[in-house]
């Protein structure tokens, strides 16, 4: 697995019209009304892998294993949502389950398509999103303080330390600061909705899907030093999830202007937003890539296969995808020199190709 994203955004923003697309399937009900998602669709796509696949072309391999991306789709939040409005907070809930969000923010005009609030300002739905977000933490933190102040009378350290990074953390979410962006206190303890990585997309139309438009704009002129944001045109991405022949799509692509698809745009910003790599094990019975957290040691991504490997490890014998593929082989690799043997405090490289010894 490599990691999972929510789709969040107000109602008809096109959040399930992208779901679909993205997962080149129609399991969302993309309807032009709100709530039309009634419980969060999951769905997973494979991490398009060009060095896996010419790995795996080397040695023949049987089986073919990538890493996926999972994405569920939210049902449209609305103002008030942090106190039950709309669907209210078990639609909360399931953000805290992902590991990202991606906030889809309409950026196209279409009179057929109702907008929630009568009229397109992205700079405003980012808002009505981020503040239910965020009222919806400090209700969570103020419950969580009470328990840390108790502990905190008791002279638990640890408790004294995480209730002054409360405190910090409530006193800028008062003032509209997400916990992402509150500087030198860590928020992960507190599993915050504000404490997830975001990254904004703009769903513009059609024929801004290469260079944008004056609202995608105003999103990247306000968040984009702060967050990722892409501009993808998810009625595009439709005809693209229809398209099976891989140079078809690419022609399609050119034809657009497009270098790279939306699926594409999310895996690579969420891969680098997130922090993550990948490293292959790679023989005749099959190749397959597994997901890290950039700068895990040996041991830990050992770990990742069985949890065996990580307790009982001993070494790992790494080798590069340019080597293999260029002198054809692990045995090959290994005549030549170019095999490389590692030990515990060994830092995994992007691509590494991984043997691990262990005894348990």
């Not at 229809?242 to 969420?270: N, Y």
């Not at 490890?313 to 054809?328: C, T, W």
């Amino acid at each position: 697995m490599g990691f999972n994203c929510g789709i969040v955004g107000l109602p008809n923003v096109g959040k399930s019209t992208l779901f679909n697309a993205l997962t080149q399937s129609a399991a969302a009900d993309a309807q032009n009304y709100p709530f039309c998602t009634i419980e969060p669709n999951t769905g997973r796509v494979v991490v398009p892998d060009e060095t896996l696949l010419k790995l795996a072309a080397v040695d023949n391999s049987a089986k073919i294993i990538p890493t996926q991306l999972e994405i569920v789709d939210i049902a449209g939040l609305v103002k008030g949502a942090s106190t039950g409005e709309g669907l209210g907070n078990k639609f909360l809930g399931n953000i805290l389950e992902t590991d990202a969000i991606i906030h889809v923010v309409r950026c196209f005009e279409n009179d057929d398509i109702v907008h929630v609030n009568g009229k397109i300002d992205p700079l405003s739905d980012i808002d009505t999103i981020e503040t239910e977000l965020m009222l919806a933490d400090l209700e969570s933190l103020e419950k969580q303080i009470k328990n840390l102040e108790k502990k905190a009378h008791g002279q638990d350290k640890n408790a004294i330390k995480l209730l002054a990074d409360a405190n910090i953390i409530r006193e800028n979410l008062t003032s509209g600061t997400p916990a992402r962006a509150v500087k030198d206190v860590d928020s992960k303890p507190f599993n915050l909705l504000t404490s997830k990585p975001v990254i904004y997309v703009c769903n513009v139309d059609e024929a801004s899907a290469s260079t944008g438009n004056k609202f995608s704009d105003l999103v990247k002129e306000k968040y984009g030093a702060m967050a990722p944001v892409l501009i993808i045109s998810s009625k595009i991405e439709m005809e693209i999830a229809q398209i099976a022949d891989m140079d078809e799509r690419k022609m399609f692509l050119d034809d657009l202007g497009l270098k790279q698809s939306g699926l594409e745009q999310v895996i690579k910003t969420g891969y680098k937003t997130l922090g993550l790599q990948t490293f292959y094990t790679v023989g005749p019975k099959e190749a397959h890539a597994w997901t890290i957290t950039t700068g895990m040691t040996a041991p830990q991504a050992a770990g990742k296969i069985h949890t065996d490997f990580e307790k009982g490890f001993i070494r790992a014998e790494v080798i590069s995808p340019s080597d293999y593929l260029q002198y054809g082989g692990e045995v090959a690799v290994r005549e030549a020199g170019k095999m490389r043997t590692v030990g515990r405090d060994y830092i995994m490289q992007e691509g590494d190709i991984c043997h691990f010894l262990f005894n348990v």
